[in-house]
């Protein structure tokens, strides 16, 4: 099964999220779970709108979304 890795990350003024193993997917928001919520809501757009072509391919077929914090987020 393909494994989709996301990325959250702390910064002053609120959490980010993106893909690291593939273009074009990014969230953000002001807690965790609006970041987790907000990398869905992009995969759902991706997949509901582009055309085959320009979906990653790794969105195509069966997936696992795994999070992961950047070192310094998880320590603070």
């Known amino acids: 099964m393909k494994i989709l890795k996301i990325i959250i990350e702390r910064n002053e003024d609120m959490f980010s999220a993106y893909a690291e193993n593939a273009e074009g997917i990014y969230g953000g928001g002001d807690t965790v779970e609006e970041a987790q919520q907000s990398i869905l809501d992009a995969i759902a ?4 709108e582009f055309t085959a072509e320009n979906i990653p391919s790794i969105l195509k077929g069966r997936y696992d979304i795994v999070y992961h914090f950047d070192a310094e987020s998880f320590l603070n």
């Open 45 to 48: 757009v991706i997949t509901e």
